[in-house]
């Protein structure tokens, strides 16, 4: 009687979720019709509302997804691009099964490039001059992401990396830049980006590159395009970038080494100056790195019987003196202006009086030099 009850409970329940979601379909139907009329009267914006209606109140999927595809075309009809991208997204998400995937696809990639030529969604359908945020990355990356090996996608990414770059965003850029020659090996596209991307690394190894990465970043991008396309009008400019960038790298590396042997160690100058002289023999640098190895011989002799030249480090201690005390001291703030602490002199650079050789003259004028009133700064 106990299992009886409960499966009489669950059949009723059943039957209210039942006739619940046909009540839901019900619904969402009526505002889908309220949507057909509108769109026909050509009122896009308030039919795509509706069909967005019919979207949340339908049960069915198949009910919610031709309300998505609805509204997708109303809001395509309202030159409202960014909201025909958002359902486009959810049926992507929602209903991937019961859609034309590469058709919806195709439309997210022609979203992006209107974006991409300008256009902005109306904040108000009247007011013409208040528009919506700009959405282009947005788009793109959501089309890439859905189809990364698409037909127009090496396009998509180039016109992204250059976004990328307009913003200050620079390694997000290189990201696609190296993505392109991967999945588009031998297009146009491909060549583009390897172009670009020796570009933007060598304006990133001016700006400041202290452990030389971005440099050996742009060296690698030259040669892969020069490996790749050997034989295009821009190879020249990749050639002198490339020469461009290792002499940067050899005056970095020469400058190392020229501190070390200013610093009195040759072992270590020795180190830096042979690797400009073995991996840039081309460079200006190259050349004085030489000199300079040739100046190390001249001074530093191998001992009998040592392979390597050995001269410690000396310290040139420089010893300044202690001013004498017979000498006047200044002592006076700087930028004081004398305001805080008047200059103050030795006592034995001021006049003074033996006693063994005063005359009683001197004495009696000193004596009343001490009595006088009119004496405020006593005796001197």
């Known amino acids: ?5 409960i499966k009489t409970g669950l059949l009723a329940a059943a039957v209210l979720l039942a006739a619940a979601a046909e009540a839901s379909d019900q619904e969402a139907n009526v505002f889908f019709s309220q949507g057909r009329d509108r769109e026909k009267t050509e009122s896009y914006r308030s039919a ?29 009809k309202a030159e409202l691009y960014g909201d025909e991208f958002d359902c486009l997204q959810k049926l992507i998400r929602e209903h991937l099964n019961e859609i034309n995937f590469t058709q919806i696809v195709n439309r997210q990639y022609e979203i992006g490039d209107l974006y991409f030529e300008g256009h902005r969604d109306l904040f108000i359908s009247w007011i013409p001059f208040i528009q919506n945020e700009d959405r282009t990355i947005e788009i793109y990356e959501a089309a890439l992401k859905n189809a990364p090996c698409a037909e127009r996608a090496g396009e998509t990414r180039l016109r992204l990396a250059r976004l990328y770059i307009n913003e200050q965003k620079t390694d997000d850029a290189i990201r696609h830049l190296r993505e392109i020659p991967k999945l588009h090996p031998g297009t146009r596209s491909a060549q583009y980006a390897m172009l670009e991307l020796c570009s933007l690394l060598l304006q990133m190894s001016e700006r ?15 040669d892969n395009y020069l490996r790749e396309f050997p034989k295009t009008p821009e190879t020249p400019w990749v050639i002198k970038a490339r020469q461009t960038v290792r002499n940067r790298m050899a005056a970095r590396i020469h400058a190392v080494g020229s501190y070390y042997y200013r610093s009195g160690k040759p072992e270590l100058a020795e180190k830096y100056l042979a690797e400009v002289v073995r991996n840039y023999s081309t460079t200006q640098q190259a050349a004085e790195s030489e000199n300079l190895l040739a100046k190390i011989d001249d001074e530093f002799e191998v001992p009998p019987g040592q392979k390597h030249r050995y001269r410690p480090y000396k310290e040139e201690l420089k010893t300044v ?7 006047p001291i200044m002592i006076t703030p700087e930028h004081s202006g004398n305001r805080w602490l008047l200059p103050v002199r030795n006592l034995r650079k001021s006049p003074t009086v033996d006693t063994n050789e005063i005359t009683p003259a001197t004495r009696e004028n000193f004596q009343e030099q001490l009595t006088d009133p009119n004496n405020r700064n006593g005796a001197k």
């Not at 009687?1 to 009850?5: D, K, P, T, V």
């Not at 003196?321 to 000498?327: A, K, N, S």
């Open 321 to 327: 003196p202690i001013p004498d005390e017979d000498q």
């Open 48 to 76: 795509a509302s509706r069909y967005m209606d019919a979207h949340f109140m339908a049960d069915s999927s198949i009910l919610k997804g031709n309300a998505l595809i609805a509204a997708a075309r109303a809001y395509r």
């Open 1 to 5: 009687m106990r299992f009886s009850g």
């Open 208 to 222: 400041g590159d202290g452990d030389g990465s971005y440099s050996r970043q742009a060296v690698e991008a030259c």
